[in-house]
């Protein structure tokens, strides 16, 4: 991440058009005044707290020791901004990859400026500042994207009323449906890069917006810049991921297709338990990964772990997966004594057949 993405992300705030690289200058100015006025401080990376509103969390291996290995040979070019804490330490403010690449190298302290907490802007601000520099500097990953916009629901009056993680998607696929309807989603496109009162006037005119959340969401949509039919079909499917896919993502900055494809991988198409599912999908990851697997491939491999089970493979999981998922909750004595009848019997015709076999 560039000093100008990492910094313009905290100030671009409340704009309806916020221009990452129109802030340079401001940004390069704040931080010799913080210079000027506190000078520049050695601080030790063990004190130092990532800021957890920060949208951008996946940062992949490769930009780590990138970073890691430019400190090692150029030196420290800019000092990272931290935010004092009441507990002597600090938050992270801006320079997060420039520590994960210090960390990376074994160096323990870097050269830091201090803002002082009236100089902090309101966390919302700051955050959803955060959010439309990284759509613009295209840094931030679809999963980001997707907690992010759960997190701008979470400070919208309107918004925050729902269940935002299962509604947002729900809410989003029907208003969309009713805009095609209408035949309107050109419109709704056209809009991402209007003004918030051109904005506000299609809703309120297009005859396609029957609820007050969803004004509430296409408004907060568009206002960041972000086609809404896009975020239904390729960001907010991110939140449903599986553990182990989203943390791929963490880790290895896994693409958002693959991601999705691997995804696809669940019990019940396989036809297995799902701890047999997560099985199948680490290894694709690990592969994908390791090999460095493109999207067609991985999309190929996964046809194969479908197409590749054959009948009776397919017929004994459903039997170990019905079985495994027996649920004796409720049922009174008696019934529990026939069910244990029942399956004594089926192990003693198993304990026979495996005794002739």
């Given at each position: 991440?560039?000093?100008?993405?990492?910094?313009?992300?905290?100030?671009?705030?409340?704009?309806?058009?916020?221009?990452?690289?129109?802030?340079?200058?401001?940004?390069?100015?704040?931080?010799?005044?913080?210079?000027?006025?506190?000078?520049?401080?050695?601080?030790?990376?063990?004190?130092?707290?990532?800021?957890?509103?920060?949208?951008?969390?996946v940062f992949?291996?490769?930009?780590?020791?990138q970073?890691?290995?430019?400190?090692?040979?150029?030196?420290?070019?800019?000092?990272?901004?931290?935010?004092?804490?009441?507990?002597g330490?600090?938050?992270?403010?801006?320079?997060?990859?420039?520590?994960?690449?210090?960390?990376?190298?074994?160096?323990?302290?870097?050269?830091?400026?201090?803002?002082?907490?009236?100089r902090?802007?309101?966390?919302?601000?700051?955050?959803?500042?955060?959010?439309?520099a990284?759509?613009?500097?295209?840094?931030?990953?679809?999963?980001?994207?997707?907690?992010?916009?759960?997190?701008?629901?979470?400070?919208?009056?309107?918004?925050?009323?729902?269940?935002?993680?299962?509604?947002?998607?729900?809410?989003?696929?029907?208003?969309?449906?009713?805009?095609?309807?209408?035949?309107?989603?050109?419109?709704?496109?056209?809009?991402?890069?209007?003004?918030?009162?051109?904005?506000?006037?299609?809703?309120?005119?297009?005859?396609?917006?029957?609820h007050?959340?969803?004004?509430?969401?296409?408004q907060?949509?568009?206002?960041?810049?972000?086609?809404?039919?896009?975020v239904?079909?390729?960001?907010?499917?991110?939140?449903?991921?599986?553990?182990?896919?989203?943390?791929a993502?963490?880790?290895?900055?896994?693409?958002?297709?693959?991601?999705?494809?691997?995804?696809?991988?669940?019990?019940?198409?396989?036809?297995?338990?799902?701890?047999?599912?997560?099985?199948?999908?680490?290894?694709?990851?690990?592969?994908?990964?390791?090999?460095?697997l493109?999207?067609?491939?991985?999309?190929?491999?996964?046809?194969?772990?479908?197409?590749?089970?054959?009948?009776?493979?397919?017929?004994?999981?459903?039997?170990?997966?019905?079985?495994?998922?027996?649920?004796?909750?409720?049922?009174?004595?008696?019934?529990?004594?026939?069910?244990?009848?029942?399956?004594?019997?089926?192990?003693?015709?198993?304990?026979?057949?495996?005794?002739?076999?």
């Amino acid at each position: 991440m560039s000093k100008s993405t990492g910094l313009a992300a905290k100030f671009a705030v409340a704009g309806d058009n916020v221009k990452v690289q129109n802030l340079e200058t401001q940004i390069e100015t704040l931080t010799q005044q913080l210079k000027h006025q506190n000078g520049l401080m050695r601080i030790d990376l063990s004190l130092i707290d990532r800021d957890e509103n920060q949208p951008r969390k996946v940062f992949s291996t490769k930009s780590i020791e990138q970073r890691g290995r430019s400190l090692e040979l150029h030196g420290q070019k800019t000092p990272i901004v931290l935010i004092p804490q009441p507990n002597g330490r600090y938050k992270l403010f801006d320079g997060e990859l420039r520590v994960l690449g210090a960390t990376y190298i074994n160096w323990t302290h870097l050269d830091a400026v201090i803002l002082p907490a009236d100089r902090v802007a309101m966390a919302i601000d700051i955050f959803r500042g955060q959010v439309i520099a990284g759509i613009q500097s295209q840094h931030l990953h679809d999963l980001d994207l997707a907690e992010a916009i759960v997190k701008l629901a979470a400070g919208d009056p309107i918004l925050s009323q729902l269940d935002i993680e299962t509604d947002l998607p729900r809410i989003l696929n029907t208003v969309l449906a009713r805009i095609k309807k209408h035949q309107a989603l050109s419109q709704l496109s056209e809009l991402v890069c209007r003004s918030r009162p051109e904005i506000e006037r299609w809703i309120a005119e297009s005859g396609a917006i029957e609820h007050q959340h969803e004004a509430a969401l296409l408004q907060m949509l568009l206002e960041l810049q972000l086609n809404p039919k896009t975020v239904s079909n390729h960001v907010l499917p991110m939140l449903s991921l599986p553990l182990e896919v989203k943390e791929a993502i963490r880790t290895h900055d896994l693409e958002s297709s693959k991601a999705a494809a691997i995804a696809k991988l669940t019990a019940e198409r396989l036809g297995t338990t799902e701890d047999n599912a997560v099985s199948v999908r680490t290894e694709l990851i690990e592969k994908t990964i390791a090999q460095k697997l493109s999207l067609p491939v991985v999309r190929s491999e996964c046809a194969q772990c479908l197409t590749g089970l054959d009948t009776g493979s397919t017929r004994m999981n459903k039997i170990v997966k019905s079985i495994s998922s027996l649920d004796l909750d409720g049922l009174a004595e008696n019934e529990i004594r026939t069910i244990q009848k029942s399956l004594k019997d089926k192990l003693a015709q198993i304990q026979q057949f495996l005794k002739t076999s």
